[in-house]
T-cell receptor
């Protein structure tokens, strides 16, 4: 079992729809969770981070965390073609002070005009 | 506020040669991380520093790889006797000193082994 799992996609949604990206992780001791966006040929760009169970909203983005189910998700409202990219879920496992991030393989999102 | 800077952006070299990459973190960040990313995969952790101390190194990292951060500012990653399998994007990130702090990535160095 991989430590951080994402569906590689592609996930295709029409412009204006809600895109839902999901991620599961295996280490129950994980403390912090991050979502990065990566355009083709570019480096990862931080979108959101979440530490506590529940929802965290920032503009069109909402991160959701359920530690009991070991599940974290990212919702993108009013999806735009410019949101088309690979979305990486990253988990900081174990102690809250460790620096090591474990990444999923990423989900490719395609937003069609 | 300047971001994380990596140099060079691209490196093409012959198998067996040594290569060295440089990373300059965001100035107030005392943690610096190295990751490697191959096509279709997420970044894979290599090592990280807090100030000048190397706190963790991946077990996947062979002895051909070495990283330094001598004065707690910039860092270098050296790969000796490069192999075809070393072809990848090498990413550097920095953060404040806590696992809760987000890591910010540089543009990466793309290494191609001929």
């Amino acid at each position: 079992q991989k430590e951080v799992e994402q569906n590689s996609g592609p996930l295709s949604v029409p412009e204006g729809a809600i895109a839902s990206l999901n991620c599961t992780y295996s280490d129950r001791g994980s403390q912090s969770f991050f979502w990065y966006r990566q355009y083709s040929g570019k480096s990862p760009e931080l979108i959101m981070f979440i530490y506590s169970n529940g929802d965290k909203e920032d503009g069109r983005f909402t991160a959701q965390l359920n530690k009991a189910s070991q599940y974290v998700s990212l919702l993108i409202r009013d999806s735009q073609p410019s949101d088309s990219a690979t979305y990486l879920c990253a988990v900081n496992t174990g102690s809250s002070n460790t620096g090591k991030l474990i990444f999923g393989q990423g989900t490719t999102l395609q937003v069609k005009p | 506020d300047t971001g994380v800077s990596q140099d060079p952006r691209h490196k093409i070299t012959k198998r067996g040669q040594n290569v060295t990459f440089r990373c300059d973190p965001i100035s107030e960040h005392n943690r610096l991380y190295w990751y490697r990313q191959t096509l279709g995969q997420g970044p894979e952790f290599l090592t990280y520093f807090q100030n000048e101390a190397q706190l963790e190194k991946s077990r996947l990292l062979s002895d051909r790889f070495s990283a330094e951060r001598p004065k707690g500012s910039f860092s270098t990653l050296e790969i000796q006797r490069t192999e075809q399998g070393d072809s990848a994007m090498y990413l550097c990130a920095s953060s404040l000193a806590s696992g809760y702090q987000p890591q910010h990535f540089g543009d990466g160095t793309r290494l191609s082994i001929l």
